[in-house]
T-cell receptor, first 117, second 114 residues
Framework: GAVVSQHPSRVICKSGTSVKIECRSL??????MFWYRQFPKKSLMLMATSNEGSKATYEQGVEKDKFLINHASLTLSTLTVTSAHPEDSSFYIC?????????????FGPGTRLTVT | AQTVTQSQPEMSVQEAETVTLSCTYDTSESNYYLFWYKQPPSRQMILVIR??????QNATENRFSVNFQKAAKSFSLKISDSQLGDTAMYFCAISGGATNKLIFGTGTLLAVQP
């Protein structure tokens, strides 16, 4: 089956610093990747859709200057949380889609727990 | 816009019993897909079952089956012979339209009791 990895699995950073999270599709090419945020005991909230070679599409209310997304290759998308603050502490999950826009299957990474102190 | 509603925040079932999780949705798309995902304590999202809206036959995967009522926009999940490993958060989700984004419900926390 399709495998998606995320790195790091856990990260602690100081307030005001930036942190980068990587999402990789290990055995397939992903033209589209998605970034979600999940608060404790809550649902997944879509933050942005990342398309290889083009700018990400952000959901309403998500600050694109705060959450920088880069999808430089067909197997890698990165999410950078800039000038992180304690309220950015959360669980971040990526998913990757195998195929074109009409493909419905998404494969999820294991998530990254970000703690900002 | 597409929305998904899960009205049961928490449910409990005895091991080996059957439990049904409810889900209703709304969409203006004619072609869409419905999913149930499981999120165990590890927090890894696991696809349990999916249903193509154009298919009338209810999807089945081993102990998991759905009751898809298209006119009522209802998509419930039945878990038969519940096992302790089924303890998890279950999310109902829909995708469709030009972007095929996944929209999740708020989830149902299922506890299987020994």
């Amino acid at each position: 089956g399709a495998v998606v990895s995320q790195h790091p699995s856990r990260v602690i950073c100081k307030s005001g610093t930036s942190v980068k999270i990587e999402c990789r599709s290990l055995d397939f090419q992903a033209t589209t990747m998605f970034w979600y945020r999940q608060f404790p005991k809550k649902s997944l909230m879509l933050m942005a859709t990342s398309n290889e070679g083009s700018k990400a599409t952000y959901e309403q209310g998500v600050e694109k200057d705060k959450f920088l997304i880069n999808h430089a290759s067909l197997t890698l998308s990165t999410l950078t949380v800039t000038s992180a603050h304690p309220e950015d502490s959360s669980f971040y999950i990526c998913s990757a889609r195998d195929g074109g826009p009409l493909s419905y299957e998404q494969y999820f990474g294991p998530g990254t727990r970000l703690t900002v102190t | 816009a597409q929305t998904v509603t899960q009205s049961q925040p928490e449910m409990s079932v005895q091991e080996a019993e059957t439990v049904t999780l409810s889900c209703t949705y709304d969409t203006s798309e004619s072609n869409y897909y419905l999913f149930w995902y499981k999120q165990p304590p590890s927090r890894q999202m696991i696809l349990v079952i999916r249903q193509e809206a154009y298919k009338q036959q209810n999807a089945t995967e081993n102990r998991f089956s759905v009751n898809f009522q298209k006119a009522a926009k209802s998509f419930s999940l039945k878990i038969s012979d519940s096992q302790l490993g089924d303890t998890a958060m279950y999310f109902c989700a829909i995708s469709g339209g030009a972007t095929n984004k996944l929209i999740f419900g708020t989830g149902t926390l299922l506890a299987v009791q020994p």
